[in-house]
């Protein structure tokens, strides 16, 4: 069992700048695959980027390729996205989610098993 824990959320405006952290404990970190969903008021969670396990492979949605970067520190069990030219569009609740499955869609919230609480970022314009 892992335990994730998001933080670095916060108010930017348009066009600035922000990184978020996802801390992992009770569990080897570098055994799952590490995701980051993003959740608008009124919408469906949606895929922002994965990373693999040896962060040899990443996976970013059309709206944040680009501009948003994942990466993790498996030696302090965190994984980071940092984010760039933010844009109102952006705005919902972050939410950090680990997979140990030897394989699936990595794309599809229904492959982890493990979620974070989630850290709001709003974008204003």
């Known amino acids: 069992q892992v335990q994730l824990v998001e933080s670095g959320g916060g108010l930017v405006q348009a066009g600035g700048s922000l990184a978020l952290s996802c801390a992992a404990s009770?569990?080897?970190?570098?055994?799952?695959?590490m995701a980051w969903f993003r959740q608008a008021p009124g919408k469906e969670r949606e895929f922002v980027v994965r990373?693999?396990?040896?962060?040899?492979?990443?996976d970013y949605a059309d709206s944040v390729k680009g501009r948003f970067t994942i990466f993790r520190d498996n030696a302090k069990n965190t994984a980071y996205l940092r984010m760039n030219k933010l844009e109102p569009e952006d705005t919902a609740v972050y939410y950090c989610?680990?997979?140990?499955?030897?394989?699936?869609?990595?794309?599809?919230?229904?492959?982890?098993?493990?979620w974070g609480q989630g850290t709001q970022v709003t974008v204003s314009s």
């Open positions: 989610a680990a997979s140990g499955a030897a394989w699936g869609n990595y794309r599809s919230d229904k492959t982890y098993d493990h």
């Open positions: 009770g569990d080897t970190f570098s055994t799952y695959v």
């Open positions: 990373i693999s396990r040896n962060s040899g492979t990443t």
